[in-house]
């Protein structure tokens, strides 16, 4: 009878021990998720320091962009706000090495270091906005159709005046090594014209998704909501919320 009892209690030992080891995961997965929904405080204009020093950002809550693959262990971080003239990001980025070779806009950064940002503003349209910014500030601005996962970026036209966005970006270090890099981003709602849903107001809310890549060893990737293989699987996509 006692050896049954101590079996008994063996078992049980076991059973709790592995169903800890399986939920533990799940729950710290919970813990850590980003939420679904991002509400966008408002400020008033101002101008971007590329380091995050302007103290409208204070207001802005700080969002962990969580890594989705890779080898590499570097912490991403994003901020947002709105105004009545367009949105403001601002990301940071440890990194320890620097990868990024193209100094010109418009060209392919994607292929190296970079920060990204999609807007889609109404849903009963495939088309987007997808803005890149690279570590020495090199911008690619385009309006991606998606129809059925076939998707092509266009170049704005008349990219000038207040359609044009407004970056800056700072390479950080601490003595010669790299340390990471902080890249700053306005966005004008007039860029997007005349897409459905812009501007918006009060109560707004639009798709999106914020991604990093890093190209210190293989590719790593950070993305808020995760997409598949492509970041261009929209109907993934998070909310945000125009408050």
Known sequence: MKDQLLNMKIYSTLCQTILY??????MLSAQQAPPDIIHLKKTVDFELTGNGSAPEWSRAESLVIPKR???VEYKTTMKILWSEKGIYLLYDCEDGKISSTLRED???IYN???VEAFFWP???SVIY??????????ELPIL???????FYGWRPWHYEGDRMTRHK???????DQVTGWTGEIFIPFKLLFPLQNVPPTAGTQWRANFYRIDYDKDMAEWAWKLTGPSFHEYEKFGKIVFD
């Open 21 to 26: 080891s399986i939920l533990l995961p799940m």
């Open 69 to 71: 693959q890779g080898a």
């Open 106 to 108: 418009f060209a392919d």
């Open 112 to 114: 190296e270091d970079v």
């Open 122 to 124: 109404e849903e009963s």
């Open 129 to 138: 906005l997808e803005y890149e910014l690279s570590p020495y500030n090199y």
């Open 144 to 150: 991606v159709p998606n129809y059925m996962g076939k």
């Open 169 to 175: 970006a700072t390479i950080n270090k601490s003595g």
